[in-house]
């Protein structure tokens, strides 16, 4: 069981020039069958809890997709409804490709800009 974190005061980040303040929560990683890349998930945490962001190091976009698959959330309610909207988007958009034919490729993973991973 991991360490409850500390709550700090919104209050300590009031000053000139810090915007957005925000905690790191935790890292899950996972990998789709047939790529050897690992995907790393980051989620991001308000520091009163109300809401959570996700940075990822992968974007998914196999053959016959138009782009990568990106969620629409900004922010979501809880870590669990982070992370399931992170593997659903991974898990449609491989199940497609691999409906239609196509054999898994590390080619299909796009590197994220959003972090240093």
């Not at 945490?45 to 698959?69: K, N, T």
Request: charged share 25%; hydrophobic share 35%.
């Amino acid at each position: 069981m991991s360490e409850q974190l500390q709550a700090v005061p919104r209050q300590l980040f009031r000053r000139p020039g810090v915007a957005n303040p925000r905690r790191f929560v935790g890292e899950y990683c996972f990998e789709l069958d047939g790529l050897s890349e690992m995907v790393r998930v980051r989620i991001f945490g308000s520091l009163d809890e109300e809401w959570y962001e996700v940075a990822q190091s992968h974007y998914l976009q196999p053959p016959g997709a138009s782009g990568p698959s990106m969620s629409e959330t900004q922010r979501y309610g809880s870590v669990e409804e982070a992370l399931s909207d992170v593997l659903d988007l991974f898990s449609d958009g491989y199940k497609q490709a691999i409906d239609a034919g196509h054999v898994p490729d590390d080619s299909w993973l796009m590197p994220s800009r959003e972090m240093d991973w």
